[in-house]
């Protein structure tokens, strides 16, 4: 085993992980799951047979990956966020057919206590803010807050907010790491 396992912890058999992943305290891991080198998981999450979760993951405690959630490399799930994959949940109604996929992009950041609500795609190095409500697809790079969340900047890939403008062109620097980045119709690109 070329990964750690705390005692507590439970990987049903069959699941595949990667290299240098540490699992920790009460960490539940069913045994479709595919996850990738060197991620985190904290305290007590749950990850479904139906989730892909590339390399480099952290997931902070209290999380509940469920199936049909795929999280690209460089994905941070801070503390206590949920995804969810059913959109119109009853008790009483079967919905597991109806599953709608999310998908979270290379480097985005989803803040603690922020929901993604299923069928959505978080784009590449996108952050959404702590207690942010996720309802519809989020551009790269944007910086999203609010219930719902609404976009109100963006963000640079080491997590600091570019002085661009909502609409229309422009360019900025990311202060820390001199990356460049541009807006041009209604994306952002790192150059």
């Known amino acids: 085993m070329n990964y750690q396992v705390h005692e507590t912890a439970i990987v049903d058999e069959g699941a595949t992980i ?22 985190s998981f904290g305290q007590n999450v749950f990850v479904g047979n139906r989730v892909e979760i590339g390399d ?20 941070f799930c801070g503390p206590s966020m949920v995804f969810t994959n059913v959109y119109n949940p009853r008790s009483a109604v079967s919905r597991k057919d109806e599953y709608r996929p999310t998908h979270v992009k290379q480097g985005a950041t989803l803040g603690a206590n922020c929901t993604i609500v299923c069928g959505v795609t978080v784009g590449r190095y996108a952050f959404i ?63």
């Not at 290299?19 to 991620?39: F, L, N, Q, S, Y």
């Not at 902070?60 to 959630?69: A, I, K, L, R, T």
Request: with cysteine.
């Open 18 to 39: 990667g290299e240098g992943t540490r699992i920790w305290h009460w960490v539940h891991v069913c045994g479709g799951a595919r996850i990738g080198k060197k991620c």
């Open 56 to 75: 480099n993951v952290k997931v902070q405690n209290n999380v509940s990956v469920y199936d049909d959630v795929t999280l690209e490399d460089d994905v």
């Open 129 to 191: 803010g702590a207690g942010a409500v996720i309802n519809r697809d989020v551009p790269d790079y944007a910086l999203m807050v609010g219930v719902p969340a609404k976009q109100i900047g963006w963000m640079s890939e080491y997590g600091e907010r570019l002085d661009l403008p909502l609409q229309g062109d422009g360019e900025a620097v990311c202060e820390h790491t001199g990356k460049r980045y541009k807006l041009s119709g209604g994306q952002v690109t790192a150059e």
